[in-house]
């Protein structure tokens, strides 16, 4: 997990460049279906959550989407367009 607060390609930032290198991976040991989720909301104790899980083909990229918390709303709506549109499940 990335803190909060950590820009994109910063020094502290523990994520690899390559924004699929941790699913390469995975291919490479015949992994083929991978899942990415996320979720927002205060937990089952503050309030309610919602969880989301999506898959893509293998080998494809959605440039932008990171964790939907560190997105103004105006570009988590055109990614979530183009993620429904390329979403293989």
């Given at each position: 997990?990335?803190?909060?607060?950590?820009?994109?390609?910063?020094?502290?930032?523990?994520?690899?460049?390559?924004?699929?290198?941790?699913?390469?991976?995975?291919?490479?040991?015949?992994?083929?279906?991978?899942?990415?989720?996320?979720?927002?909301?205060?937990?089952p104790?503050a309030?309610?959550?919602?969880?989301?899980?999506?898959?893509?083909?293998?080998?494809?990229?959605?440039?932008?989407?990171?964790?939907?918390?560190?997105?103004?709303?105006?570009?988590?709506?055109?990614?979530?367009?183009?993620?429904?549109?390329?979403?293989?499940?």
């Open positions: 997990m990335v803190p909060r607060g950590t820009p994109p390609g910063s020094s502290d930032d523990p994520r690899p460049p390559d924004p699929l290198a941790y699913e390469r991976g995975f291919w490479g040991r015949g992994v083929s279906t991978i899942a990415g989720v996320d979720e927002v909301g205060r937990g104790l309030g309610p959550v919602v969880a989301c899980a999506v898959v893509l083909e293998p080998g494809v990229a959605i440039e932008g989407a990171t964790d939907s918390k560190a997105l103004d709303s105006r570009r988590r709506r055109v990614l979530a367009a183009a993620i429904r549109q390329r979403a293989a499940a």
